[in-house]
Structures are given as structure tokens and as C-alpha cells.
């Protein structure tokens, strides 16, 4: 899962804003969060550690 929030920390940072100086998401990229908990639940799910199922009838905010 720690390999997964990493995975959507990147995925965060376009190609266009990719640079020696910038390698990371700013602190304030509203991205982020919605992104690494998409991903984690993903992997927690994939991995079988995830106790509750996703509910279908509800919609998310991610």
C-alpha cells in the first residue's frame, strides 16, 4: 500500500512539470489525497488486507 500512495504521489506531477527542482506534488495540489486514498483502497481490496467491501450504491468523492 506504501508502494501504491508513491505510485499516485508521482502520478500527481505532470511530464510538463517534471524538473531537478520539482519532483514532488506542492503541498497544496488538491489532487493528492483524493488520489492516494483511490489507490490505497485499490490496493488494500487487490491485496485482500481490506475488511469491508465498497459499497456500489454509493457514490464517492474520488
Known amino acids: 500500500m506504501k508502494i501504491a500512495a508513491a505510485h499516485a504521489i ?11 527542482e520539482y519532483i514532488i506534488p506542492s503541498v497544496f495540489n ?4 483524493p488520489a ?4 490505497v483502497m485499490r490496493a488494500a481490496q487487490r ?5 469491508r467491501r465498497r459499497r456500489t450504491d ?3 468523492w474520488f
Do not use: I, Y
Open 10 to 20: 508521482a502520478s500527481c506531477v505532470g511530464k510538463g512539470e517534471l524538473g531537478p
Open 30 to 33: 488538491k489532487k493528492v489525497a
Open 36 to 39: 492516494v486514498a483511490r489507490e
Open 47 to 51: 491485496t485482500g488486507v481490506a475488511r
Open 58 to 60: 454509493t457514490q464517492f
